[in-house]
Nanobody, 120 residues
Framework: QVQLVESGGGLVQPGGSLRLSCAAS????????MGWYRQAPGKERELVATITNGGGTSYADSAKGRFTISRDNAKNTVYLQMNSLKPEDTAVYYC??????????????WGQGTQVTVSS
């Protein structure tokens, strides 16, 4: 069984920073792409950023220049450093990982979500 455990969400004032973490565990053979999505109330889930196992990154326009995605392959962990946070960044943030378990093909897995609230 594969588990994704997220941490790092919370309440922050506008202009503040947060760092999200998502650790994958279980019978993991190989991890491919890791990413972060978010879903605000009444809105659809949207992509925030992704990172390949080679370190290539991609960002939504709303995240460019403010957010940085990174990963630690030894720890099977992906991070999202969020700076200059705005009230419109308020959402539940989900990590998403494409990986293969031993003897199985690639599948996508989702974390449980962590709430980020930006408010004064």
């Amino acid at each position: 069984q594969v588990q994704l455990v997220e941490s790092g969400g919370g309440l922050v004032q506008p202009g503040g920073s947060l760092r999200l973490s998502c650790a994958a565990s279980g019978s993991i053979f190989i991890i491919n792409t890791m990413g972060w999505y978010r879903q605000a109330p009444g809105k659809e889930r949207e992509l925030v950023a992704t990172i390949t196992n080679g370190g290539g990154t991609s960002y939504a326009d709303s995240a460019k220049g403010r957010f940085t995605i990174s990963r630690d392959n030894a720890k099977n962990t992906v991070y999202l450093q969020m700076n200059s946070l705005k009230p419109e960044d308020t959402a539940v943030y989900y990590c998403n990982v494409r990986l293969a378990e031993y003897g199985l093909g690639y599948k996508y897995y989702w974390g449980q979500g962590t709430q980020v609230t930006v408010s004064s």
